[in-house]
């Protein structure tokens, strides 16, 4: 007797459950954005996504057959044979991290999460691309360095400008009493040379750690390429040829000129030593926006419209270990004696507090380009330019009294020297502590004249505000080693009181003393 086969709907079900399963895994594995990857306990690949030609750039086909050892960055080859043999031993999830080497020869960092099948004998693998996660990581690690790195330079420049007032003050107040003697007064105004030169180098350095005083103005980029043009022919010699091209309608920049144009000249110092035996120097202007899409991809970036400068040269280039560390204080390629590293440094940290953005592009053999990115003054704003000032006269006492609180004992004594040898009549502190002890005394005081950062637990702010609970009318003048930026950022800094930066000279000290007791704000 024949058995006679029903074609019953409820058998029919599992079967449509696994296909309709099956093909949404397939859906999954041809549309998938990470690379999904399947693979014998040998390490071959048996089926590959499409995805592997966007990540890896080789066609699934390339690659299906294949051991991975071919795709795999060498480095990783053991830390990935010892995951998939764990995989195979505890038959559970696997997470981990390789690296394979794309077609064009590029290292791609991936993520992977795997599992084993013992009854497929095969290995599971979706891995995710990590590029440009990593690109990002490594900005932020570089911006994070590079505050670092300006926090200590800041540090040191504020502490070098303590020395410097000494120097410059003690050459000044030697110069009056050698000025009969020929060969010592020559001998002052070298000591005098040497720290102009000191102060700025920790110019430089604060201009890295973005602690400089700015002045920012409008200003027109083309006027300052072509008349910096003009001089850096003449500066880097007749081997370099020097060019310009100018956009024809550019935004105006809201950027101090005189740190764009020292700025400029760094820049084109760099060049002309990457150009040994000649070359060319090209400074353009342009206008540029720096969309969200560019912000993402450079993490220190505020999306908007910048006025642009960009100086290339022909030169040597730069290796990608070299652009790393480029914008770093004192780093430099130059041997020893020829330069300080703080050209790109400085201008670095310029265009940063100018809330500016810095990119350079470079390849070895053919040359760099760097590219400033300044804010765009707001529409309608016109350049403005400085009228000349006559020099002053050193205005003296009228018989004021004044107390100076300097922690730095050897800062504090050129302070007094000079202020006396103007004719005022000077008390002195350490800190702030001793300030208000002699605040509290019944005296005359007719000017507080100190540093605003100090030790143990006052600040000059703090010294003020405790200095005027008793006497409400007290004049007052801050001075600093930081810059106002910097000290406002603190919070240190009271708008409605002067600041004068060291190092000071007699006249600047002077001047600023005088103005802060006639109710006058600095120049």
């Not at 760099?368 to 006269?393: K, N």
Request: net charge negative; glycine share 8%.
């Amino acid at each position: 007797m024949s058995v006679q086969r029903t074609d019953r709907a409820e058998d029919r079900e599992p079967d449509r459950e696994l296909q309709a399963i099956h093909s949404v895994n397939q859906r999954i594995f041809e549309t998938s954005l990470d690379l999904i990857l399947i693979v014998d306990r040998r390490g071959t690949f048996i089926r590959v996504s499409p995805s592997a030609a966007i990540i890896l750039g080789y066609q699934p086909e390339e690659m299906v057959g294949r051991s991975a050892i071919e795709f795999l960055y060498s480095d990783d080859l053991d830390s990935t044979r010892n995951e998939m043999r764990l995989a195979r031993r505890g038959r559970e999830m696997r997470n981990f991290a390789c690296r394979y080497v794309r077609k064009d020869g590029r290292i791609v960092p991936l993520v992977w999460t795997g599992v084993w099948s013992e009854p497929d004998q095969q290995h599971f693998f979706i891995g995710r691309d990590m590029t440009e996660h990593v690109k990002l990581e490594t900005q932020l690690r570089q911006a994070q360095k590079m505050e670092a790195i300006g926090q200590l330079t800041g540090g040191i420049a504020h502490d070098f400008n303590n020395i410097l007032t000494i120097i410059i003050g003690m050459a000044e107040l030697l110069s009056a009493d050698v000025a009969n003697d020929p060969q010592l007064l020559a001998m002052v105004k070298s000591i005098d040379e040497a720290a102009a030169r000191g102060a700025q180098l920790t110019q430089r350095m604060l201009s890295f750690a973005r602690k400089q005083p700015l002045q920012a103005r409008v200003i027109d980029l083309n006027e300052t390429v072509v008349r910096m043009a003009t001089m850096l022919q003449r500066t880097l010699g007749e081997d370099i040829a020097v060019r310009t091209a100018v956009a024809e309608n550019p935004w105006r920049a809201l950027v101090d000129p005189s740190q764009l144009e020292d700025a400029i000249l760094n820049l084109a110092v760099n060049a002309r030593d990457a150009m040994p035996n000649g070359g060319r120097l090209l400074i353009e202007t342009a206008n540029a926006h720096l969309d969200e899409q560019y912000a993402v991809q450079n993490v220190e970036v505020a999306p908007g419209d910048y006025a642009a400068i960009i100086v290339t040269d022909s030169g040597t280039g730069m290796s990608a270990d070299v652009m790393e560390h480029a914008l770093e204080p004192f780093f430099t390629t130059k041997d020893v004696g020829r330069g300080t590293g703080l050209g790109l440094s400085m201008v670095y940290g310029f265009v940063k507090q100018s809330r500016g953005h810095v990119k350079i592009y470079s390849e070895i053999g053919h040359g760099t380009s760097v590219r400033l990115y300044l804010p765009r003054a707001e529409s309608g704003a016109t350049a403005s330019i400085p009228a000349a000032a006559d020099a002053p006269e050193t205005p003296r006492s009228s018989g004021e009294t004044i107390l100076v609180v300097e922690d730095d004992a050897g800062a504090r004594k050129v302070a007094v020297t000079i202020l006396n040898s103007l004719g005022y009549r000077v008390l002195e502190a350490e800190d702030g502590k001793t300030a208000l002890a002699i605040l509290h005394e019944d005296r005359t005081i007719d000017l507080l004249f100190t540093d605003l950062i100090m030790p143990n637990g006052m600040s000059g702010h703090d010294l003020l505000r405790k200095a005027r609970e008793r006497r409400p009318e007290l004049k007052a003048l801050f001075t600093s080693g930081y810059s106002k930026q910097f000290i406002e950022g603190r919070g240190e800094f009271d708008s409605n009181v002067p600041l004068v930066g060291k190092p000071y000279r007699k006249q600047r000290l002077a001047d600023a003393i005088r103005g802060a007791l006639e109710g006058r704000a600095l120049p």
